[in-house]
Nanobody, 115 residues
Framework: QVQLVESGGGLVQAGGSLRLSCAAS????????IGWYRQAPGQQRELVAR???????TYADSVKGRFTISKDNAKNTVALQMNSLKPEDTAVYYC?????????WGQGTQVTVSS
């Protein structure tokens, strides 16, 4: 059973930083694609940053230069370092991973950026 558990969300002022973490079990973060998505109220869920199965990183244009995705194969975790946060980054952030062709989501963690 694949499980993804996000942590690290919270309330931060604009310009501040947060670091999200996704702990995976039942799968390996070194295998398959894995990444971060977000959903703001009334908006569709969108890609923030991800690793492809080949290890290539992709970032949404809106976060390039501010967010960095990384993974720790030994700890089986994926992190999202978010700097220079803006109010428009406010959303629920989800971890998503593939495992032998199936996709799994975490429960999400709330990030709120105040102006």
């Amino acid at each position: 059973q694949v499980q993804l558990v996000e942590s690290g969300g919270g309330l931060v002022q604009a310009g501040g930083s947060l670091r999200l973490s996704c702990a995976a079990s039942g799968t390996s973060v070194s295998r398959g694609a894995i990444g971060w998505y977000r959903q703001a109220p009334g908006q569709q869920r969108e890609l923030v940053a991800r690793f492809s199965s080949g290890g290539t990183t992709t970032y949404a244009d809106s976060v390039k230069g501010r967010f960095t995705i990384s993974k720790d194969n030994a700890k089986n975790t994926v992190a999202l370092q978010m700097n220079s946060l803006k109010p428009e980054d406010t959303a629920v952030y989800y971890c998503r991973a593939s495992d032998y062709g199936r996709w799994f989501w975490g429960q999400g963690t709330q990030v709120t950026v105040s102006s």
